[in-house]
């Protein structure tokens, strides 16, 4: 068993995923994540006088090691959660629950649509995007298309006649729909550039806005271009190599090829 077991730690890769620790029935008694594979299931092996209470009675019962390579730590963290629900692992504590990831909730419905955090994905016609590896995630991202993105955050009954626009419109986190500065068309447009970001298709978002600029800034709107030029920078700031993982309804079926040279 110890054998086979370096190979296995010998051939694991140094990349992010999660790692399945079944037993002798092939029942799976632990699921976890790491940002390197190789180190965090070799940290299982050490001393057992620098292993925890529970490590050292897990390892013992560990007779095989599966794992899965994900392409970010984020993946892995949603990987995993999604193991722990489907398997409630013995050792494994947290996360065993049917508390729900956050989703962010885009009411597409609504003439003048809304953002907002939700735990609970209804038939209501909005648009749900997620799931958001946790709470704080959610609400970076909230934040993030808030400011980037300054769509309302109250219900008013939009008439576009109010006489002067609240705070949030001074602080540049509202377009003021409520007063008619924005015509309800620009606004949707703006919607669907949301959906677009959160659904990651970044550079689709900045194609269009650097169009949207060119065009305001040749037309002379150098208020409305300046406003279009701090969202391409935001957004800019923001694409990275990680993709937030986001969720596909219904069952999939997924075949992936390991090549080397001439072998697969």
């Excluded at 934040?143 to 609240?166: A, H, M, Q, V």
Aim: proline share 5%; with cysteine; charged share 25%.
């Amino acid at each position: 068993m110890l054998t086979q077991l370096s190979s296995i730690l010998k051939a694991l890769t140094l990349k992010p995923g999660v790692y399945i620790f079944k037993d002798a029935h092939n029942k799976v008694i632990y699921v976890g994540k790491a940002s390197n594979l190789r180190y965090r299931i070799s940290s299982y092996f050490q001393q057992s006088s620098k292993l925890t209470e529970k490590i050292s009675q897990l390892v013992p019962k560990i007779i095989k090691i599966e794992f899965i390579v994900t392409e970010t730590e984020i993946a892995a963290l949603v990987l995993e959660c999604q193991q722990i629900k489907k398997y409630h692992p013995h050792f494994n504590i947290l996360l065993k629950d049917d508390k729900s990831f956050p989703y962010i909730k885009v009411d597409v419905k609504n003439p003048w649509p809304t953002i907002s955090i939700t735990r609970k994905r209804v038939n209501d016609g909005a648009k749900y995007i997620g799931r958001i590896p946790s709470a704080w995630s959610a609400r970076q991202t909230f934040d993030l298309i808030k400011k980037t993105f300054p769509l309302r955050s109250c219900n008013k009954l939009i008439i576009g006649k109010e006489s002067r626009p609240c705070l949030k419109y001074h602080i540049k986190l509202c377009l003021s729909p409520c007063t008619g500065s924005i015509s309800q068309q620009e606004y949707r447009d703006i919607v669907r550039q949301v959906i677009s970001f959160l659904e990651g298709k970044e550079e689709q978002v900045l194609r269009e806005l650097k169009e949207k600029m060119k065009e305001a800034s040749s037309c002379l709107q150098f208020e409305k271009a300046a406003r279009l030029r701090d969202q391409i920078s935001a957004i800019e700031n923001v694409i990275q190599s990680q993709n937030m993982p986001f969720n596909i309804p219904g069952e999939h079926d997924v075949i992936a090829v390991a090549r080397d040279n001439s072998f697969a």
